[in-house]
């Protein structure tokens, strides 16, 4: 297994995208995950994902959409003064 990697990104951070299918979105980060180096930023990256229905608990089936984990390459800092990507946090 392979060691965490040291990462400048933290959870609640505000980011925006710089690569990929949702280039130039912003969004606060809600996940960190060190060991694969990818953060889960609110309303990016979104997926559908089929469910089964749960009898014991009584869920319904369906799609539902959820966010996804992107690379941590792929976002960099806003800043609140100018509103523009900034390779330092702030």
């Known amino acids: 297994m ?13 980011v925006v995208v710089i690569a990929g299918k949702d280039k130039g979105k912003t969004g606060a980060i809600l996940k960190v995950s060190p060991t694969t180096n990818r953060v889960t930023v609110a309303g990016i990256n979104i997926i559908k994902k089929a469910t089964k229905p749960d009898q014991q608990t009584g869920a319904g089936g369906g799609l539902i959409e959820k966010e996804a984990p ?3 390459s792929n976002v960099q ?13 702030v």
Do not use: C, V, W, Y
Not at 2 to 14: C, N, S, V, W
Not at 77 to 89: E, H, Q, Y
């Open 77 to 89: 800092f806003l800043d609140p003064k100018t509103g523009k990507a900034s390779r330092n946090r």
């Open 2 to 14: 392979e060691a965490p990697i040291k990462m400048k990104l933290k959870k609640g951070d505000q």
């Open 70 to 72: 992107i690379h941590a």
